[in-house]
C-alpha cells in the first residue's frame, strides 16, 4: 500500500521505516528544510553540526539506544559524565550527588534530608504513576518534601517551565524526571550524545526508507488532508510562513490508501479538509495546551561557567535554563569553539517570542551577568534563534482521559504526536517508542 507520513522527526521517520518494512511504499512530508523534527541539526560553520535544541541521552533510554544497535550503529553513542548546577541566592549551587543536596543551603538542613529521601523512594519505588496522576506537583512537594523544598527548590522551577501554569501541573509529570535521571550509578550521572551529532541516525532512517521504494522530502509540508487521502503538498520554503499550512502556497495533490501524522494536534486540525475527522476527536485535541519552547544559541569565545546544565531557580532571571553543550563535549570536536544554549518556556503570545536574536540577548544579559558577573557581549561570536509553538504539552491532573487515540474515527488515519507520551515526558527515546506504536497501530488497520 501506498502510505503518506507528515513530519520527518524522530517518530515520523521511525514509523516510514517500521510500514517499510512491513513491505509499504511510503512519502514522508517534511516542512523543514532537514530532518530530526525537534532534534534537528543546524550547521553552525567549519563543517560542524549542532542541534537547533540541546539534546542528549539518560542511561534509561533503552529505544533510542535500540535503535542505535539495530541501524548498526553500535558504537555511534558515547556517554560522559554530567555536571549540573540549581542558579539561586546569586550563585550555582552544584546539584548532582546526594552530597550536593546536602551541601544545598538555600534549604534548610532537615528538609535537603526530607527532599532526598522522597526522591530516592519515587526512583527506587515500584515506579506506578497512578497515584502521582491525580495531584499536583506542588501539592505532593509540599506535603511530602516540606513547603522550603516548594519554596526553594520544586516551584522556581515549575514556574520557569510552565508559567502561571505551574500549579496545575500533576506530579506524574516531575515523578518521571526522578525516576528517568535514576540511572545506573546514582553517584555520577552519565549522559549519553553521539560521535558525530544525530543527523547519522536521520540518515540512517531516512536510507532505509528510499531504499523501500518511498521518498524523504524535506522543504516540502502537507498544506491539506482530504477525505479519500488526498494529500496537497506545500510548496518549498513554505517553512518561512510559518506553522499553519493553511498559509502556505501549495502543488499538485497525491492521493494514498492511509496517512500517519506526526505534527502538533493544531497543525493537524488545520490541514484536516471538512469530513476528514469526526468533531468529537478534533474538540478531544484541542484540550490538551502546548508551551512554545525559545532557544537562542551563542557561540561564546570562552567558557561561561564550570556546568554542563544549569537550572535556573530565581524568578528574576527571564530564562529557565543555561545549557553549555561544550562543557559535556570537549571544545575540540567543534575545533576549539564553545556554545551555550540559553533555553525558556513560554505560552503563546508572549512578548519574548517576537523578539529578533540581538534583542532577545539584550533582555538576556542581565540574567547572564547575575549568573557570571564577568559576562560581556564581546564574548559572542554568533547567535542562532529557534521557535517550536509546539515543545511542551501541559500535563495537568487527570492527563492520561485527555490523551487522543493513536488510532483517529478515519480509518486509515492515525495521529502520533508528543501529547500521547505518557507518563513520561516527551523526548529523542520516547519519540522512538511513538514512531513504533503508531506504525504498529496503522499496520493494525491494513491489509
Not at 85 to 105: C, E, N
Not at 208 to 232: M, N, Q
Not at 329 to 357: Q, S, W
Request: with cysteine.
Amino acid at each position: 500500500m501506498r502510505i503518506a507520513v507528515l513530519g520527518a522527526g524522530v517518530a515520523g521517520l521511525v514509523a516510514a521505516m517500521r510500514l517499510t518494512e512491513a513491505g509499504h511504499t511510503v512519502d514522508v512530508y517534511e516542512r523543514w528544510p532537514g530532518l530530526g523534527g525537534q532534534a534537528a541539526t543546524l550547521d553552525v560553520g567549519q563543517g560542524h553540526l549542532l542541534e537547533r535544541y540541546y539534546h542528549h541521552l539518560f542511561s534509561t533510554d533503552r529505544h533510542i539506544a535500540a535503535l542505535y544497535d539495530e541501524l548498526g550503529m553500535q558504537d555511534e553513542l558515547e556517554w560522559i559524565s554530567s555536571s549540573v548546577a540549581y542558579f539561586t541566592q546569586g550563585r550555582q549551587w552544584p546539584f548532582v550527588t546526594p552530597m550536593d543536596l546536602l551541601r544545598f543551603k538555600p534549604l534548610p538542613p532537615l528538609a535537603r534530608v526530607r527532599l532526598g529521601a522522597a526522591v530516592l523512594a519515587i526512583q527506587r519505588g515500584p515506579g506506578n504513576p497512578a497515584p502521582f496522576e491525580r495531584i499536583t506537583a506542588r501539592k505532593w512537594i509540599e506535603r511530602y518534601m516540606g513547603r522550603d523544598a516548594y519554596r526553594a527548590l520544586w516551584g522556581p522551577l515549575l514556574r520557569g517551565k510552565f508559567g502561571e501554569r505551574a500549579d496545575d501541573v500533576a506530579m506524574v509529570w516531575l515523578q518521571n524526571k526522578f525516576r528517568l535521571r535514576r540511572g545506573d550509578d546514582a553517584a555520577e550521572e552519565k549522559l549519553g550524545y553521539p560521535k558525530h551529532s544525530w543527523e547519522l541516525l536521520f540518515n540512517a532512517l531516512r536510507d532505509k526508507i528510499e531504499a523501500g521504494g518511498g521518498r524523504v522530502l524535506i522543504d516540502r509540508p502537507a498544506a491539506k488532508v482530504e477525505p479519500g487521502f488526498v494529500i496537497t503538498p506545500g510548496a518549498p520554503h513554505s517553512f518561512r510562513k510559518g506553522h499553519d499550512p493553511r498559509d502556505f502556497e501549495t502543488l499538485e495533490p497525491e492521493r494514498y490508501e492511509a496517512v500517519l501524522a506526526t505534527v502538533p494536534s493544531d497543525v493537524f486540525e488545520q490541514l484536516a479538509a471538512p469530513g476528514l475527522v469526526p468533531e468529537a476527536y478534533l474538540a478531544k485535541l484541542r484540550g490538551i495546551e502546548y508551551f512554545t519552547a525559545l532557544c537562542l544559541l551563542i557561540e561564546l569565545d570562552r567558557r561561561f561557567s564550570p556546568y554542563y546544565w544549569t537550572n535556573i531557580g530565581d524568578d528574576a532571571l527571564p530564562f529557565v535554563g543555561l545549557i553549555e553543550h561544550t562543557n559535556l563535549i570537549e571544545p575540540a570536536r567543534y575545533g576549539g569553539r564553545r556554545f551555550l544554549y540559553v533555553a525558556n518556556y513560554l505560552p503563546r503570545g508572549h512578548e519574548l517570542l517576537d523578539l529578533d536574536p540581538e534583542t532577545l540577548l539584550e533582555r538576556y544579559t542581565p540574567g547572564l551577568r547575575a549568573v557570571n558577573g564577568e559576562f560581556e557581549r564581546a564574548w559572542i561570536k554568533q547567535l542562532w534563534l529557534h521557535r517550536e509553538p509546539a515543545a511542551q504539552p501541559i500535563v495537568t491532573v487527570g492527563y492520561r482521559d485527555k490523551i487522543p487515540a493513536m488510532q483517529t474515527p478515519t480509518r486509515g488515519l492515525v495521529l502520533a504526536n508528543t501529547t500521547q507520551i505518557f507518563p513520561e515526558d516527551r523526548g529523542t527515546n520516547y519519540a522512538v517508542r511513538e514512531g513504533n506504536e503508531a506504525a504498529e497501530a496503522m499496520l493494525g488497520w491494513l491489509p
